[in-house]
């Protein structure tokens, strides 16, 4: 056996090993292996992926929720604002009634001071007539007691005919 | 720690100088006690038609190996290693032919009425390569298994130690030098990586066979190597040989010779470079192991213990390194003749 002159017989054992070998491990081992790895990676792959996604996902929605609670917090505070404006108005409202109601009222109770004022004046006025008749017939009746004050006025009452 | 290693180291110095020796005097014929370090080396990174483990006294422990010899006129025939052998010193020789065939002091096969005969022999290397080819099959397979049952799950077991490896073939060797069309790649090259590296691996035990060092494996492997690559080769690939772009005309003569040694260059360099990175490691060990014996000193043997621990986790790296080299090696030549050019008329 020589060192450097490969000898056929070992170049003939080996091809036939090495082929052999190389056949077996490509069906049994390496195929096998590689398609597992491979999928194996593309499973770590996708969890990676999906757990990006998810990350993603989680802020937009944290955000969305940020977006949420700004919009209500506006909401509310226009509401509040629209509460406090209406129950001003109502405040309001009710002032100028009652001040509008009092301002009836009292006009009303002028009214009525108004017609009773009349009505006692009138009713005064119809004494005051009623007491001077009384009085003027007092008076005539004194007066007309002798005759010729009686034909002394129905003179007066002809001359004053005749003028008309 | 240290102190337990140096203790360690002596005592073994101390028990196998003796049973080192004698294996020297053996197998070369002990002259006068002198032993030949370069027979030794030699004889253990060669190839060998029996596996010679090592001696007890003068007992040779070994392990015969089947002989296949094929000749037109007499067919297939099979015999044991031991019966060329003379069954004391364990020498082959023309003086124990059998059958009519002998195998010579070198190991070549040969018959006695000179007429041709091949050798498909089941050597020590080839043993080897059934060894490594078993242990690949049975880690593989054991790996394979658990993906088969647990589909994505993580690794555990065999699959633990063979699943970074295929994806470093995968992505930093494949990927990276052949681009795009990788994929198709990746199973010669993770067999080629697992095998070569196994191969290294087991034969730095002691008593192992030189495998990974030899030179026929090698050839092989970078036969196959260049087959793929070749087979592969698009249109930009042979244009590039046959007739390579933006050199002048003049010089194209030159250049396609030069392409065209270029294609068995590469794969030469990949043979050569995995043989003489291994058969070289195997060398420098044997050798400090010599040192013992040419000294035939135990402070000697302490310091080549030392030598040859410290070796042997380089030669560990070695052959990770080596395997990964040729993987690498083999990936970009295929991906030099699968890559797509833009074509544009700078190259």
Redo the contacts between chains.
């Keep these: ?15 036939l ?6 056949f ?3 069906k ?10 491979a ?2 990676e593309s ?1 770590i792959e996708e969890a990676l992926q999906s757990a990006e996604k998810a990350r993603n996902e989680m802020s937009n929605l944290k955000s969305e929720n940020e977006k949420l609670l700004q919009e209500a917090r506006k909401e509310r505070d226009v509401i509040l604002k629209k509460a406090h404006e209406a129950s001003a108005k109502m405040i309001e409202d009710a002032k100028t009634e009652a001040s509008k109601q009092g301002a009836q009222l009292i006009a009303n109770a002028k009214a009525v001071i108004e017609t009773e004022k009349k009505a006692a004046l009138s009713e005064v006025k119809n004494q005051v007539a009623l007491l001077t008749l009384e009085v003027t017939e007092k008076l005539l009746r004194k007066q007309l007691a002798e005759d010729k004050a009686q034909a002394a006025l129905v003179d007066q009452f002809i001359k004053d005919l005749k003028i008309n | 720690m240290s102190r337990k290693f140096l203790a360690l180291s002596l005592l073994f110095s101390v028990l196998f100088l003796h049973s080192f020796g004698e294996i020297f005097a053996a197998e070369t014929g002990a002259k006068e006690g002198k032993e030949d370090p370069t027979s030794f080396i030699m004889h253990h990174i060669k190839d060998a038609h029996e596996w010679h483990f090592f001696n007890v006294g003068h007992t040779h422990i070994t392990l015969p190996l089947p002989v296949i010899t094929y000749a037109s006129d007499r067919g297939l025939e099979f015999y044991l290693s031991s019966d060329f052998q003379d069954p004391e010193t364990h020498k082959f020789g023309k003086e124990f032919a059998h059958n009519g065939i002998y195998i010579d002091e070198h190991e070549h096969l040969g018959r006695v009425d000179e007429g041709s005969i091949m050798d498909f022999s089941i050597t020590k290397n080839v043993a080897m390569m059934f060894i490594v080819i078993a242990m690949v099959l049975y880690v593989t397979l054991s790996a394979a298994s658990h993906y088969k049952k647990n589909g994505t799950a993580a690794p555990k077991g065999a699959a633990s130690l063979l699943e970074p490896i295929v994806i470093f073939v995968r992505d930093e060797i494949a990927q990276k030098a052949i681009g795009p069309k990788y994929m198709r790649f990746v199973p010669y090259l993770l067999t080629l990586f697992v095998f070569i590296w196994t191969g290294n691996l087991l034969g730095l035990l002691p008593g192992a066979a030189n495998l990974t060092g030899n030179i026929a494996v090698t050839c092989t492997l970078a036969f196959l190597t260049f087959i793929i690559v070749n087979v592969n080769g698009n249109k930009d690939y042979w244009k590039h040989v046959f007739a390579t772009p933006g050199v002048p005309a003049a010089l194209l003569p030159i250049m396609v010779l030069v392409e065209f040694i270029g294609l068995f260059t590469k794969p030469f360099a990949l043979m050569v470079r995995l043989f003489v990175a291994v058969t070289a490691g195997h060398i420098v060990i044997l050798a400090f192991i010599s040192l013992a014996f040419i000294f035939e000193s135990y402070s000697i043997g302490v310091l080549s213990t030392v030598m040859v621990t410290f070796i042997n986790i380089i030669e560990l790296l070695v052959a990770t390194i080596q395997a990964y080299v040729f993987t690498l090696f083999s990936a970009m030549y295929i991906g030099g003749a699968v890559a797509e050019h833009a074509h544009d008329d700078h190259h």
């Design positions: 056996m020589d060192l450097i002159i490969p000898s056929g017989g070992l170049i003939f054992w080996q091809l090993g090495f082929l052999a070998l190389l077996i491990l490509i049994f081992a390496w195929k096998p292996m590689l398609a597992s790895l999928e194996r499973s």
